[in-house]
């Protein structure tokens, strides 16, 4: 599955984002999506250091990192095989690069490249 992730920036805090992640090739076969984040400092290339932000399957059903509930919002369009995240009440602390993922039974299985969210204060 190839991702490309979209629609990051740099916003004040308090503002909001809304990220894209277009999905392409055997998507029939991924059930969950996900998106993750890296914070400054961390390596990039470390996949293990990328923390969970929120997941949906394709039944809609979704879960979200403590730190992001009630302000993130995922969802996804199966007929543009695109799943969003709805970033709002931003913080200084969602700096990241944020990066989408296709899910596997163990965990993320294919990676977009990621994009970048700097959050001002």
């Known amino acids: 599955v190839q991702l490309v992730e979209s629609g990051g920036g740099l916003v004040q805090a308090g503002g909001s984002l809304r990220l894209s992640c277009a999905a392409s090739?055997?998507?029939?076969?991924?059930?969950?999506m996900g998106w993750y984040r890296q914070a400054p400092g961390k390596q990039r290339e470390l996949v293990k250091q990328?923390?969970?932000?929120?997941?949906?399957?394709?039944?809609?059903?979704?879960n979200y990192a403590d730190s992001v509930k009630g302000r993130f919002t995922i969802s996804r369009d199966g007929a543009k095989n695109t799943v969003y995240l709805q970033m709002n009440s931003l913080k200084p602390e969602d700096t990241a690069v944020y990066y989408c993922?296709?899910?596997?039974?163990?965990?993320?299985?294919?990676w977009g490249q990621g994009t970048q969210v700097t959050v001002s204060s």
């Open positions: 090739g055997s998507i029939f076969s991924i059930n969950t």
């Open positions: 990328r923390d969970l932000v929120a997941t949906i399957t394709s039944g809609g059903s979704t």
């Open positions: 993922a296709a899910e596997g039974a163990y965990g993320p299985i294919d």
